[in-house]
């Protein structure tokens, strides 16, 4: 089948998905499998593999997703009800001030964004972001779309993120350069694209703080909360654990470690996102629950309450993931990829274009960072280009791969259903917040590599 069919379905499915979800208000899991399914049987995916495509597309996503989000969610509501979001709430508010308040919680999440995955983050910071929001009042939007912006800035610019680490190795970018100049790219677009814009929309939705992290209705916190310090430090120990697991990878890929050694297999598992969060989670039942006179039956029903409001993001988000599957078995994406390629224009904006177009046909980032990447490869290789003019090609391939997040985007409905939007509202915030951080990122990579 031909790019222009392929693209007239694409476009077709995407109109379906959102005409059934906004319009004929079908629950989002379902219209989701029933548009992944017509998808696949309209773009010639043989039928005796259409059903294996669906479910690899779904269980790829809940594989990175749903333990993060499910410890992540076990982790918030152990906070959340031991009084310790509220006590680093009022410390945030006392330090910066009410004001501020988005502006440090933000901020925050750009430190703890350097080395953890987006949605891991934004899981774990998020029971902070909603204590602070009921406290000081406005909607929950004000408050966490730069906390959300900040994560995703870090993910898809700065390594050691997958998609710009794998980026940087494919064109031979030195990883060092990457990471300063994506920080110098990642500030200033998150400054714009998510503060400044975050503050401005969520003016204009004012949106009620939602109880999905915390099992329920607000519960009773305890008279003698925890300290901000050990909240602070429970929330950094999965952090530390995660940046030694990059820091050994990027070890590896500078040549310093044997990758094969025994030692550093495990020490790469240990300090893998799901496993930093699990011992997480037991660190802080103890710290949170056991130390502080909870027995193992009542940390046992927080658990489970944690884990309930949570299964419908999980499946969703797995649908949205589904859905992308699709797409990328099509080879709707290759299409658009090498209708770009033959324009004839320079390889920095060929490599924007590209990515770009591979973001909007499938959803995934990472997949379109890496896929565009491989598909320039050859001519970064063979171009004469110096290091800072390499470094700015992977930025504006990762500002590309970020454009447009919509329903066939894992994270936007992650991003939509933990704040508690509906689709047409997450369309108006989300995927505006993450086209504004491609074009703003492509705009500053662009001048960098002009100025090299």
Same mark, same amino acid.
């Given at each position: ?26 629950? @989002?899991? +379902? %219209? #989701?499998?029933?548009? !992944? &399914?017509?998808?696949? =049987? ?7 593999? $259409? /059903? ?48 501020? @308040?988005? +502006? %440090? #919680?933000?901020?925050? !999440? &750009?430190?703890?964004? =350097? ?7 934004? $899981? /774990? ?57 994506? &920080? ?269």
């Amino acid at each position: 089948m031909g790019a222009g069919p392929l693209l007239g379905i694409a476009a077709g499915a995407i109109g379906v998905l959102l005409f059934l979800i906004m319009k004929l208000r079908v629950h @989002a899991l +379902l %219209a #989701l499998i029933v548009v !992944s &399914l017509a998808t696949a =049987f309209a773009t010639g995916i043989p039928s005796a593999h $259409v /059903v294996d495509t669906l479910v690899q597309g779904f269980g790829t996503t809940l594989g990175g997703v749903a333990l993060l989000v499910g410890l992540g969610a076990i982790l918030g509501r152990l906070i959340e009800v031991s009084g310790g979001a509220q006590a680093l709430a009022d410390a945030l508010i006392r330090r910066f001030g009410e004001d501020r @308040a988005p +502006l %440090a #919680l933000s901020f925050a !999440s &750009l430190m703890f964004g =350097f080395p953890i995955f987006f949605d891991a983050g934004l $899981v /774990v910071m998020l029971p902070i972001v909603f204590t602070v929001a009921r406290r000081l009042g406005g909607g929950i939007l004000r408050y966490a779309l730069p906390v959300a912006g900040a994560f995703s800035a870090m993910h898809i610019f700065v390594p050691p993120h997958p998609g710009p680490v794998s980026a940087s190795e494919l064109m031979g970018a030195d990883i060092g350069l990457v990471i300063l100049l994506g &920080l110098v790219v990642a500030i200033p677009t998150w400054y714009v694209g998510s503060y400044l814009f975050g503050l401005w929309v969520g003016k204009r939705f004012v949106l009620p703080v939602p109880d999905i992290l915390t099992g329920g209705e607000q519960v009773e916190h305890d008279k003698n909360p925890p300290s901000p310090g050990t909240v602070i430090g429970l929330l950094l120990l999965p952090l530390v654990m995660i940046f030694a697991n990059t820091g050994l990878d990027m070890a590896r890929a500078a040549g310093w470690v044997d990758g094969d050694a025994g030692w550093y297999q495990f020490a790469r598992a240990i300090g893998a996102t799901p496993i930093a969060l699990l011992v997480t989670v037991f660190v802080a039942s103890y710290v949170l629950g056991t130390r502080r006179g909870r027995g193992g039956e009542v940390i046992e029903k927080l658990t489970d309450s944690a884990l309930g409001p949570i299964a419908s993001i999980i499946l969703i988000t797995g649908a949205g993931g589904m859905f992308g599957g699709v797409l990328r078995a099509s080879g709707i994406g290759d299409a658009l990829s090498d209708s770009l390629s033959d324009l004839g224009l320079p390889v920095i904006v060929v490599g924007f274009l590209v990515a770009s177009a591979l973001r909007i046909a499938q959803g995934s980032a990472t997949v379109a960072l890496i896929t565009a990447a491989s598909l320039i490869q050859g001519v970064v290789l063979a171009g004469d280009f110096n290091s800072v003019e390499v470094a700015a090609i992977v930025l504006a391939l990762a500002a590309g791969s970020v454009v447009a997040s919509h329903v066939n985007d894992s994270g936007f409905w992650l991003v939509g259903r933990f704040m508690g939007m509906d689709v047409k509202t997450t369309l108006r915030t989300w995927t505006v917040l993450q086209t504004i951080f491609g074009v703003m990122g492509f705009s500053l990579a662009a001048a960098i590599y002009a100025i090299a």
